[in-house]
């Protein structure tokens, strides 16, 4: 079975540009989250979306939006960006919204 | 207050010695933690979880002790082998997402 799928793998932007990240779930998790993960340090919490709707939100401007589709696949868009924006952003399935999660690997955003 | 404040930052062991990590959390409502594990390139892969009722989880050579008075809990890898060799995080949550990170530990297993 194929796991928690994320595109593009790599990214590169300049400031003040835009970006729309993608992930795809494992198949009957309807929960998605995001996470952004700083070079040398431990993802951070942005979103978590389940069954379309905001479950929870990160300490992020809001730059940072989200949205769940009806096929339970997810978007990140980040506006304005800044060079501190350069990061993996990791994206997380799980079966509900409160089970355990299971991470893509991730897309890498350098931002110039 | 969120955090989860994880140690050491890194850690070299030989092969079959058992790497130690530990961390502490100040939320008294985190009520799951689990560990994973990251190669460079890849995103991290859930490896075990534990809830506070229990002080000790084991899942083949890895194993959760967790000490709720304290407020801390740790991770051992028994019989550790040099594909074992990644960067660790511990994690909480007061429920099984919206996950507080720790900030790492790199283990390396020398031959």
């Known amino acids: 079975d194929a796991g928690v799928t994320q595109s593009p793998t790599h990214l590169i932007k300049t400031r003040g540009q835009h970006v729309t990240l993608r992930c795809s779930p494992i198949?009957?998790?309807?929960?998605v989250s995001w996470y952004q993960q700083v070079l040398g340090q431990g993802p951070q919490f942005i979103f978590q979306?389940?069954?379309?709707?905001?479950?929870g939100r990160g300490n992020f401007p809001d730059r940072f939006s989200a949205r769940q589709f009806p096929n339970y696949s997810s978007e990140l868009n980040v506006n304005a960006l800044l060079l501190g924006d350069s990061a993996l952003y990791l994206c997380a399935s799980s079966w509900t919204a409160d089970q355990p999660q299971h991470f893509g690997d991730g897309t890498r955003l350098s931002i110039l | 207050q969120q955090q989860v404040k994880q140690s050491p930052q890194s850690l070299i062991v030989q092969k079959g010695g058992i790497p130690i990590i530990n961390c502490a959390y100040e939320n008294t409502a985190f009520d799951y933690f689990p560990w994973y594990q990251q190669f460079p390139g890849k995103g991290p892969a859930l490896l075990i979880a534990i809830r506070p009722d229990v002080s000790e989880k084991k899942e083949g050579r890895f194993t959760i002790s967790f000490n709720k008075s304290a407020k801390q809990f740790s991770l051992h890898i028994m019989d550790s082998q040099p594909g074992d060799s990644a960067t660790y995080f511990c994690?909480?949550?007061?429920?099984?997402?919206?996950?507080?990170f720790g900030t790492g530990t790199r283990l390396q297993v020398t031959l």
């Open positions: 198949s009957g998790h309807k929960s």
């Open positions: 994690a909480a949550s007061n429920t099984a997402s919206k996950l507080t």
């Open positions: 979306y389940y069954e379309k709707e905001e479950r």
